[in-house]
């Protein structure tokens, strides 16, 4: 069974950082893409970033590749979401997912196939 496991959310005040991790188990992780999406209330889940199979190539969402960097390490089954100089507008539950390559277009979420729970992040004072 696949699993995908997020975590490192929580509260953070205007202009402070993050770490979110997640796990990935049940499949050959070098094999799967990896990316992070957020949702916000009443919007459409949006790609942050993303990352090859080896972690050698990255893509980040133009808002957002000043202020987030992905990174994953495949010994681990880990891929690695930090983000700093935080907004009130990243309020959002944040999402991993794995896409295998090749697989429609990164930027969009039906092209994942599998996902986790997501983890709330809410930029707040």
């Known amino acids: 069974q696949v699993q995908l496991a997020e975590s490192g959310g929580g509260l953070v005040q205007p202009g402070g950082s993050l770490r979110l991790s997640c796990v990935a188990s049940g499949l050959i992780f070098e094999d799967w893409g990896m990316g992070w999406f957020r949702q916000a209330p009443g919007k459409e889940r949006e790609l942050v970033a993303w990352?090859?199979?080896?972690?050698?190539?990255?893509e980040y969402a133009d808002s957002m590749k000043d202020r987030f960097t992905l990174s994953r390490d495949n010994t681990k089954n880990t891929v690695e979401l930090g983000g700093f100089n935080l907004r009130p507008e990243d309020t959002a539950v944040y999402y991993c997912a794995a896409r295998k390559p090749g697989n429609g277009d990164l930027w969009n979420a039906n092209a994942y196939s599998w996902w986790g729970q997501g983890t709330q992040v809410t930029v707040s004072s």
């Open positions: 990352t090859n199979v080896m972690g050698t190539v990255t």
